[in-house]
């Protein structure tokens, strides 16, 4: 039996969203090298992040549930790249998607908006750090224009064992 193609909606992140998105960051704190941090968080704790992703501007967060149940499938943001001033037309990317809901195009369809909103920004460059190996996320972001620039060796330690971060950059 054909399993059935649920619709996702991509939509900017409100307040709403705080306890999922959280929920969904955490899992990828708890259970891979994704992300660096090694402690969960609060929503509490997340909000202010939350909030420093406005609906306009050059750091956006972009979520995306399905339609029917709104259930969160994953989100992407940008954020400053750095935070001195020559860096403002920098950001950098991210996009982090439910377990269980990967291999639907939930990260293209996050990119795919995120990328449409910052469009119209004064920004020059986008740049990803992708923890390896994470061939899934190298994909999605080389299918969107980015380049692998180098890598930073044994740069984080998490869970007993040293990781790598492959940076990579995209024009805007």
């Given amino acids: 039996m054909p399993t059935e193609r649920r619709e996702v909606q991509v939509r900017p992140g409100v307040e709403a969203d705080l306890k ?13 090298p994704i992300t660096f941090d090694t402690a969960v968080f609060t929503p509490e704790e997340r909000r202010p992040w939350l909030l420093s992703h406005p609906e306009d501007g050059p750091y956006r967060l972009k979520v ?14 940008s954020s400053p790249y ?21 291999g639907r195009g939930v990260g293209t369809l996050l990119y795919e908006a995120l990328f449409a909103a910052l469009a119209g ?6 740049y990803a750090g992708i923890a390896q190996p994470n061939e899934p ?4 972001h080389e299918r969107f224009g980015f380049r692998h620039v180098g890598t930073y060796r044994e740069v984080g330690r998490k869970f007993g064992r040293w990781w790598d971060v492959a940076w990579y950059e995209k024009e805007l």
């Avoid at 995306?64 to 943001?77: F, K, N, R, S």
């Avoid at 750095?82 to 990967?102: H, I, L, N």
């Avoid at 920004?121 to 986008?126: G, P, Q, S, T």
């Fill in 137 to 140: 996320s190298v994909r999605l």
């Fill in 82 to 102: 750095r935070a001195k001033p020559a860096y403002s037309t920098s950001v950098e990317t991210t996009v982090y998607v439910a377990p269980g809901a990967g």
């Fill in 64 to 77: 995306a549930a399905d339609a029917d149940t709104q259930e969160i499938l994953g989100y992407a943001a």
């Fill in 121 to 126: 920004e004064d920004l020059h460059r986008a």
């Fill in 20 to 32: 999922a998105l959280t929920d969904l960051y955490n899992h990828y704190v708890r259970e891979t």
